[in-house]
């Protein structure tokens, strides 16, 4: 699975992209994130306050609920600052 | 139909409106938006493939909204300096309260949808603002 | 300050929006709205002088409105073809909300303000719209 | 007194000014649109519609009950259709 990263969540974890394969029990947005949190010191400050957390896959916005079966590609990132 | 585009290059505001109406006498009301860099220089991050995707849904439910508007919207990425243009949208119609709801909507939902991250220098990471979350939120059923 | 001027003559939209804002790193928000001539060559009389005033006072109240936004109108009188420009308003501000709010309410009060009176070649003078009044009225108190 | 006429107002009495002097019983803008009225069957249709008649007074707006004591230049008008 291909997780992207974006703003300061990049700079937290200190890259852009990895592959990686998440045990079978990781089955949500949630789930992947309490995973993922659990890495490293930088992937834990990254996704310390989830309220400022966003998540992609295949490029269209997802809730925390959302099910990751299937997913090409993971993204997660702060609120958009655009326009 | 309303196109988009992302690109790092500057914009000219006045061919792209220029270009949208070419040809045309049925239009009554051109609309044309250009967000600035306000006081600090920024760079503006973003997701190549997905910021042309959300663009592009933006675009598709606006045009939905108000038929009978045309549009073009153009964001920019990557270094820019105080007082440069950051995003341009420009919509046309046959009167001119559709087509400043249209360019109201299209700033408004890319504002909370397009996948961009605007990084000031000197100051960091720009946080997002409720006031975009609340204008964007006005449009919803 | 929201200037005005009345003229015969074309004029250059982008040329004024870029004059409006030259020099200035403050503004986040270029607004503008350009009034089109629709499907039928029109002759536009006014009132000299009373039309100079009447902007005058809705720029005013523009002003004191919205008192961070700058901004230019320009309305033209006399013969124009379909596709022709009739009429510019140019805003800016810091934030987008208020460059649009100003322009729409100088769009809305000018239309039911300024004697301006539009004749269509070979249909004869145009009837005000009750839509233009109810614009309008949504700025009142 | 300077009235001034324009738009249909102005082709129906057939001209864009003319200079008057109304009697003295002639103190607002209604009344002046009656004696108006009286003054050629232009003038008459031009006026017959009075819910279709704008009015100012010295480059002002005004209502039909407004006094026209002291007016430099009263000018009649259909609504206005710029923009």
């Known amino acids: ?83 | 139909m309303i196109a988009t585009r992302v690109q790092a290059e500057a914009f000219d505001a006045a061919a792209e409106a220029a270009a949208l109406v070419a040809g045309r006498t049925d239009l009554g009301a051109l609309v044309t938006f250009t967000g600035l860099v306000r006081d600090t220089a920024l760079r503006l991050e973003h997701y190549p493939g997905m910021t042309e995707r959300q663009l592009g849904k933006v675009a598709a439910d606006a045009a939905a909204r108000w038929p009978g508007i045309i549009g073009q919207v153009v964001h920019r990425f990557g270094d820019l300096a105080p007082g440069d243009p950051i995003v341009l949208v420009v919509t046309a119609g046959r009167h001119r309260g559709e087509a400043f709801a249209a360019a109201e909507f299209l700033m408004d939902w890319l504002k909370t949808r397009a996948p961009f991250w605007k990084h000031e220098a000197g100051a960091g990471w720009v946080a997002a603002r409720a006031s975009d979350d609340d204008a964007a939120r006005r449009w919803e059923p």
């Not at chain 1, 990781?26 to 306050?49: E, F, I, K, N, Y």
């Not at chain 1, 490029?59 to 609920?65: G, L, R, S, T």
């Open chain 1, 1 to 83: 699975m291909q997780l992207l990263y974006f703003a300061w969540v990049r700079e937290r974890i200190g890259t852009g992209a990895e592959t990686l394969a998440p045990p079978a029990d990781v089955a949500t947005v949630g789930d992947l994130l309490d995973w993922l949190a659990t890495r490293s010191p930088g992937h834990a400050a990254a996704l310390a306050d989830r309220s400022a957390i966003r998540v992609a896959i295949d490029q269209d916005f997802v809730a925390i609920e959302a099910p990751i079966a299937g997913a090409g590609e993971i993204a997660i990132f702060p609120p958009v600052t655009g326009g």
